[in-house]
């Protein structure tokens, strides 16, 4: 299986989001993780609203540093906004999707975000798999 690592700023919107998305669609390709380089502690209520809405249980995710995630090679790291302030992370390939930090927006802008990470994950399985 293709490990997978999502990562933000807090590992509290983007990559958790990422992350629930990635378990839904490539649950039995992917191993999957998702970190901060500068943790909250605590999942953005927001998005455990925003999943469950699809049905999603994020409750069980917790926000995690990248010293708390395997130290292994990744076969693809995508960031989200801390960009090159993750060097510690060994991958073979990375990506930078940039998408903004909705922590702060409504609802119906939060859900457009959420709905755009599930259309980059959608997108990134498509890639590894053909």
């Not at 249980?57 to 990744?74: G, R």
């Not at 909705?102 to 959608?122: G, S, W, Y």
Request: with cysteine.
């Amino acid at each position: 299986m293709k490990k997978v690592l999502f990562v933000c700023i807090e590992n509290s919107c983007r990559s958790q989001l990422a992350e629930a998305f990635a378990r839904i669609h490539a649950e039995n390709v992917w191993q999957v993780y998702s970190s901060g380089s500068n943790p909250s502690g605590v999942v953005n209520y927001k998005a455990i609203t925003a999943m469950e809405e699809l049905g999603y249980d994020m409750s069980t995710h917790c926000s995690k540093s990248l010293e708390q995630i395997p130290d292994v090679v990744y076969d693809v790291v995508i960031t989200m906004g801390c960009g090159d302030r993750c060097p510690s992370v060994r991958a073979i390939k990375r990506e930078d999707w940039n998408i903004p930090d909705p922590k702060h927006m409504d609802e119906t802008a939060f859900r457009e975000v959420r709905d755009h990470i599930e259309k980059q994950v959608l997108g990134l399985l498509d890639r590894m798999t053909t």
